[in-house]
């Protein structure tokens, strides 16, 4: 029993590797939706990928699939060389995520919420301790409110807090699920700018689902376009911008998205279908665009 | 922050008993952060208990009789609030989970689904414990109850076996909810109400219907009330109460690891199907 898991995982092998993947779900009776179809993608040690795209273009259940919530129908999900679907317990040491919402207990204070995190992944307290306060201390938390109900802070700082639970426990590959939306613009610029620093100062590799074209182009190495569950694009910010573009003059990321997806950033992220429900039409506009 | 890339280099049995006094103490946490609800529903059991330990006390022709009654009626009333509380906590793991949003995190860590049980268990049965004592020392003081001859010790391990196969129970019900999102925890209650008809918590299963009767046997909560009534109205001894204890030590040993099986196909069919998110 003695053995750890670190010698399970190969860390010269890919942060993460998708071949192949769909999954479907039933909606009535015999009648079946998409929210993934073949997806591959490759995420190397160390980069950053973003992927772009509308609710219900799959993005929540791309995250899920990789962090074992999910099981694909088909394809392979592989983190650092281990089968996810298979071996899921081994995995699953390796990554952590951020969603959306924060997921917290409401009642229970940050460094109440942060212990039993940390214990999840074998951390005690006398080991976890010292780490969250350093943690919390470069997030410019302050340590004073540790105590506090999470219900008594800000959405911002509950995501900050969020990634602190992240960082506590070493993520070599780190699953950020739309961390900004929804947050007011200082919030935001304060959780960018922590997921810059995590960028800057960890060995861990990140997906980063996300609306905010700005966020993708600043903080991604590579970008990803998602429609409908397939994805469609996959590029730097400015291979993409060079395969959208069409005069003489380069498109904006959000040039760019609209051209993909056929739809501005204002429709894609203001629709409130769960991201499970994928339709079939801006699939097939982003098709007809591409061949334009 | 270099520092905190350190890999934690230890054995998955630590890990897992680090995760399982993570969950007990986290219900401890929210136990303490809900404490004015506690108080309540302690308050309410505790009337609860007291409403019927006085049907008790209007029946029987002799003091004794009186006695008797009141003492079977609060055994019954103290073992289910105990045993009831264990498989109620057992039973909402998963809705509780996506009551709070936490579903998904807790479910992609790597801790294994027996230690979120086995935490949840350990601290249910502590906690039942401490209700169970401050209800008893508030029901002792309205009624002389018949407790002369108690063989307290020999109750008490019979309830330790039960606690086992009650968590197990648990397990096996906190599945509803895996696999019906929106009603599967009303099920559960069902559970909970059919145990509590076919146990024999407040009267022998004697005056049940013929049909019913043979119910109670796969209840463990009626070997339990059969042994603590023996020892605790008539002191009876362990020995002597082994046809109600080898039931329970056999539910004991097939309920938790058959709820562990089921829990975990409950959680693989969730997973397949794609319900196993925050929103119910």
Known sequence: MNHSVERTIDHAQNALELRDVSKRFQKKRGEYTFALKGVSLTLKRGEVVGILGPNGSGKSTLVRVISTLTVPDSGTVEIFGVDAVAQPKIVQRYINRVSVEASFFKKMSSLENLLFGAKLYGIMDRESRPRIEEILCSIGFDVKRVGEPMEHLSRGTQQKIALARALLTSPMLMLLDEPTTGLDPRSKRDVQELIWKIRAGHDSSILLCTHDMGEAEELCDRIGILVDGELIALDTSLGLKQRYQVGDELPTLEDVFMLATGQSIEDASSETDDDDDSTTPTSERANELIEV | ?280
């Open chain 2, 1 to 280: 922050m270099s520092s905190l890339h350190a890999p934690l280099q230890q054995s998955n049995l630590k890990r897992e008993l680090v995760a399982i006094w993570g969950y007990a103490q986290r219900n401890y946490f929210l136990t303490r952060r809900y404490f004015l609800w506690e108080v309540v529903w302690l308050v309410y059991s505790t009337m609860n208990a007291l409403t019927i330990g006085f049907i008790g006390v209007s029946v029987g022709s002799t003091a004794e009789e009186t006695a008797r009654a009141t003492t079977f009626l609060l055994i019954g009333t103290l073992i289910w609030s105990y045993l009831s509380m264990i498989f109620d906590i057992l039973s909402e793991t998963v809705s509780w989970e996506r009551w709070e949003g936490t579903i998904e995190y807790t479910f992609m860590s790597p801790a294994s689904r027996a230690s979120q049980l086995i935490g949840m268990g350990l601290f249910a049965v502590a906690y039942g414990i401490v209700r169970m004592i401050i209800m008893l020392g508030a029901i002792s003081l309205f009624f002389d109850m018949s407790l002369g001859n108690a063989n307290y010790l020999g109750a008490l391990a019979i309830l330790v076996i039960c606690s086992i196969s009650l968590v197990g129970f648990g397990m096996i019900a906190a599945i509803m909810p895996l696999i019906s999102p929106e009603k599967g925890q009303q099920v559960t209650y069902i559970f909970s109400a059919v145990l509590l008809l076919i146990s024999g918590i407040y009267y022998s299963i004697d005056v049940l219907p013929g049909w019913m009767q043979p119910l109670a046997k796969v209840s463990p909560i009626y070997y339990t009330l059969n042994g603590m009534r023996a020892m605790l109205l008539d002191g009876a001894s362990l020995a002597s109460q082994w046809g109600n204890i080898w039931p329970l030590l056999i539910m004991g040993l097939v309920f938790p690891p058959l709820g562990l099986y089921l829990f975990g196909r409950g959680e693989h069919y969730a997973k397949v199907t794609g319900r196993l998110k925050r929103t119910g």
